[in-house]
């Protein structure tokens, strides 16, 4: 049996009722299992709060559970949706997509789309309830730790996990109603929101208690004098130090940004910092190669990743993401050719540069960043052994059947060559949704660092970008601000700098859900999200000679409001005291 949070807030009740109990512990017994976080149910007999809590298993298990409330960013619609489609990184090639709702306008109250409220406080109170019977609990010792060592790396995990959940929230719709305890369902849970500052500071609370607890510094790190407990390789996925100091950083950048400075008080030095803190352990490290970051195999959790999601076995993603004629997949996200012009040339020069010699609108996949054949399929490209025939015509062309991509390009970061769908054998390969990585840490600080210091610190701020582009496999030519003939020149200026950093971001954590938060943080919703978005149509002639042809694909419309999501009608019916966003 399950519950059904319809609303968290309206769902808080005693720890002896069964039916909760039975929820919260459908992974208790996971922990017996290679990895922690599979699948378990417990489906006979009642079980009482005194029960949970005096078994080790139980009680992890309400623990272990919340982790499944982490949202994934791999199909939000549950159709493949990404919400690249959300931004001018792509477009979504299912017919009535439920993703056009955050561009053509009619995003509101009514028509929601990425709601995660109910789920994120079903979160928020597993961790409440995790936490205050955590001292109560009959833990035994993992890992040759003693009992209050254990306590404080599941404590740890707990408030990292509270921080992570009132986050999403916070990023989704500004302020928000804190949960830091277990409600009864005797009170007035009608509840306003607290400020953004109040929630601000108590994710930096949560995040803070994580560090100073027993949890390892790094997911992958080896036994040391200081920390002879490091996680075991099953329990890899779990919350370490490095994932609460990047949700720091994370945090920061965000409330250090023009949409929500005023209200925050926070500085971009606090950001700049919260990210070097990080820098500084050199404990991670970027992928050498820049596919693997994704496509892993074996290795889920390589030392670029700070967080991430437990890995699955799965194909879904190829089935959704793969060009249509690579059996039967329906290719859902389609990059803009905004997206691909955002792609440097190999001199380190824009495509929209007059002076840029190496780009040809005759060949304009040439000589380009090599990040953009690793994460877009363009026509042409090799994926599976076989070229993608996105012309005209073509297999994987405009038009060719309801799920053909709208713009000329398929996405392929994320996707495994080895994986196999639709067959009467199917490969399966083993991958998380990556929720925080090295490289955003890097362009986090340099961020920061040029809006608090300018010019003054062109040096410090460029050395971490190029860190970035210099990553074996990229080898993107250095930004410099020297010689203006040379190669990845940018003008000494802070905006021009500030300009190029973000379009690092742009390209480096392209589809991973970070440009849709990126253009709303700093206020440019109106400059790129409010504007028709653009595709490539590519024609080939008897003769074989190819034209590239740019074409409007839809157009798109951002309005003030936009720069943060409604709460649903059935929210604020509920709970009328939290009152809907401004606009809504």
């Known amino acids: 049996m399950a519950i059904n949070y319809t609303h968290i807030l309206k769902k808080y009740k005693s720890l002896s009722s069964k039916a909760l109990m039975i929820a919260v512990l459908a992974m208790s017994f996971s922990a017996c299992k290679k990895d922690y976080l599979q699948d378990g149910s417990i489906t006979d007999g009642s079980i009482t709060g005194e029960q949970v809590w005096g078994n080790d298993a139980y009680a992890r298990g309400v623990l272990n559970s919340a982790y499944f409330n982490i949202p994934e960013g791999f199909s939000i619609d549950g159709n493949g949706g990404m919400l690249a489609s959300g931004t001018d990184e792509a477009v979504n090639s299912g017919v009535n997509a439920n993703l056009s709702i955050f561009n053509n306008g009619t995003w509101g109250p009514l028509r929601t789309v990425d709601d995660e409220y109910s789920n994120l406080y079903e979160g928020l109170r597993k961790v409440n309830l995790f936490l205050e019977n955590l001292p109560k609990s009959e833990i035994i010792p993992t890992d040759g730790l003693s009992v209050q060592d254990d306590k404080s790396r599941l404590e740890g995990q707990a408030y990292f996990l509270r921080a992570l959940f009132h986050f999403e929230l916070m990023k989704r719709y500004g302020a928000i109603t804190l949960a830091t305890r277990v409600f009864s369902r005797e009170e007035n849970l009608n509840l306003p929101k607290n400020t953004y500052k109040q929630c601000l500071d108590q994710i930096i609370s949560d995040c803070d208690k994580a560090i100073t607890t027993k949890l390892p510094l790094f997911t992958r790190e080896t036994a040391t004098t200081a920390n002879p407990y490091p996680w075991r390789t099953g329990d890899y996925g779990r919350a370490t130090k490095t994932a609460a100091m990047g949700l720091k950083s994370r945090l920061l950048l965000y409330a250090a940004s023009p949409l929500f400075a005023t209200q925050s008080g926070v500085t971009w030095q606090q950001a700049a910092d919260a990210a070097k803190a990080i820098i500084d352990l050199n404990v991670h490290s ?81 000589n380009r960043d090599p990040r953009l054949a690793l994460t877009v399929n363009y026509n042409g490209r090799v994926f599976k052994g076989k070229a993608v025939q996105a012309y005209v015509g073509g297999a994987d062309g405009l038009n060719r059947n309801i799920n053909a991509t709208k713009t000329g390009y398929y996405m392929r970061k994320f996707l495994s060559e080895s994986a196999t769908w639709n067959q009467q054998s199917n490969t399966l390969a083993r991958r998380p949704w990556v929720v925080m990585r090295y490289a955003e840490i890097l362009l986090n600080y340099a961020e920061a660092l040029n809006e608090a210091q300018g010019i003054t610190a062109v040096t410090e701020v460029l050395k971490h970008v190029n860190s970035v582009r210099a990553r074996t496999g990229v080898a993107m030519p250095a930004l410099q601000t020297t010689n203006p003939t040379g190669n990845g020149y940018v003008a000494p200026t802070k905006e021009a700098i500030r300009e190029r950093i973000q379009n690092e971001r742009r390209v480096e954590l392209c589809f991973e859900g970070h440009r849709f938060y990126d253009v709303r ?9 409010n504007k028709p978005i653009t595709g490539m149509r590519i024609t080939i002639d008897g003769s074989g000679t190819t034209t590239y042809t740019r074409f409007e694909v839809e157009k798109r419309y951002f309005q003030e409001k936009n720069y943060l999501y409604p709460f649903s009608q059935n929210t604020i019916n509920r709970q009328p005291a939290l009152i809907q966003n401004t606009g809504y």
């Not at 993603?317 to 059996?327: L, R």
């Open 286 to 366: 970027l992928r050498t190669n820049y596919t693997n970051v994704f496509n892993f195999g074996a290795d889920p959790y390589n030392n670029e990743v700070l967080f991430a999601t437990r890995a699955q076995n799965r194909n879904d993603i190829e089935q959704q993401q793969a060009p249509i004629s690579y059996d039967g997949a329906t290719g859902r996200t389609n990059p803009t050719q905004e997206m691909i012009d955002a792609f440097e040339t190999t001199n380190g020069k824009l495509v929209t540069d007059p002076t840029n010699t190496l780009y040809s609108a005759n060949n304009p996949y040439a």
């Open 521 to 529: 943080r700093w206020k440019l919703g109106e400059t790129f999200l």
